[in-house]
């Protein structure tokens, strides 16, 4: 038995291995790597720290987070810093929200298993929740000001990025989607030989076109992130693995098949609690659906699965309040369970 | 020299720590080296992006994991 499930760890860490690393953990990394070293995150911040108009401030925190913070313990701070420098409390949990539920190395992985449809849905909804968290939040508690650290003054507006680093990102992401979009079938070697072929152009590009030490802070960061992520997530594979084979089949379809606001509140509930590695939601959801879950409580939990686990209901309770910790963490389970339904009976 | 490292004690925060302590080392510099891990305290050091470090008062790196080369030029440049 032991060694049953044993094996089933390892078939699931062959198979993932095999069909994912080139065409799609390398450059989801560079890429990562990339945003952090040459988009001026500081400036983005620097915006939103200001009083703008809600409508305003709202979309552009939502949009933002998907640059903000690759890893999902850099949210806290980042969120914090922007309530405690005196952004809304709307923009601030906006940001705690959106970042790690839709984060731009989540959202490639996601899309690389489980298709390009379930990503869109997944944005979309994403910031749908977000807009309606920070609006929860600013009838909540926006009169209410506690201390303001004012700390930052005036300075000279800085560019965000600069175009040719712009154009470097760019053709990162073509590296990165270009092989799955034109092999849609046949051989992985295919894949394979696109993947080069356009991270040959990177190569090229960057040699040309950015200065070395760029490169090496690029490089660098880069290799933080494989250092950090990879190994959670093929122990997370391997688990998987493992769990799908423990759990009875049956008992998946009785109780997250289908697209019921039950199966939905479970799965919501599922991710809410247990701490999942940032990526490592996609293969788990993955597994499960094979095993019978209906496509919208699969969206639940990939909603929930980074965005909340019990370790982070913690943190938030003690860096921004208790009381704001029990209005957010609810209003994030209501909204999960009916994107989950909504999506599994409308959209899907 | 009154040199704080900011982060709430993810790795990025723990490479920024050890770069900066090698860095002093290196320098032969007897600074009062610490942490910060409370966030709260972040925004009232001026800090958003972590890892940070800050050099009296002052935010030198932030949102990167700086390099001992890095870190021992700004470190000598502050002396002056």
Known sequence: MIKEL????????KDYIATHVFTCLVPAFLLAGGIVTFINRE??????????????????ASLSSFFLAACSCTVIPVSSGLYYAGAGVGVAFIILWVAPASNILALIYTGNILGPKIVISRIVSALLMAFVVGYVMTIFFGRERGEVFQTSERRERRKIISRIELILLFLILLSLLMPNYIVRRGSYIYKVLVWLFFTLIVI??????IPKNKIKDWLRETWF???????LLLLGVFVVGIIGKLLPENWVRSWLGGNGIFASFLATM???????????EAPFVDTLIKLGMGKGPALALLLTGPGLSLPNWLAIARVFGIKKALVYVPTIVILGTLVGWFFGNFIF | MKIQVVGPGCPRCQATEKNVFNACA?????????HVYDVKEFAKL?????????????VVVSGKIPTVEELKSIFSELKK
């Open chain 1, 225 to 231: 992130f494989v250092k950090i992520i990879f190994p």
């Open chain 1, 43 to 60: 400036e983005i911040l620097e915006i939103l720290g200001e009083k703008a108009k809600k409508i305003k401030s709202f979309t552009l």
């Open chain 1, 6 to 13: 044993f094996l089933a760890g390892l078939i699931a860490l």
């Open chain 2, 46 to 58: 001026g800090v958003k992006l972590t890892p940070a470090v800050v050099v009296d008062g002052k």
């Open chain 2, 26 to 34: 290196e320098l032969g510099i007897d600074a009062d080296i610490s």
């Open chain 1, 204 to 209: 090229i590009y960057s040699l040309k076109m």
């Open chain 1, 270 to 280: 599922i991710g809410a609690i247990s701490y999942f590695a940032t990526m490592t």
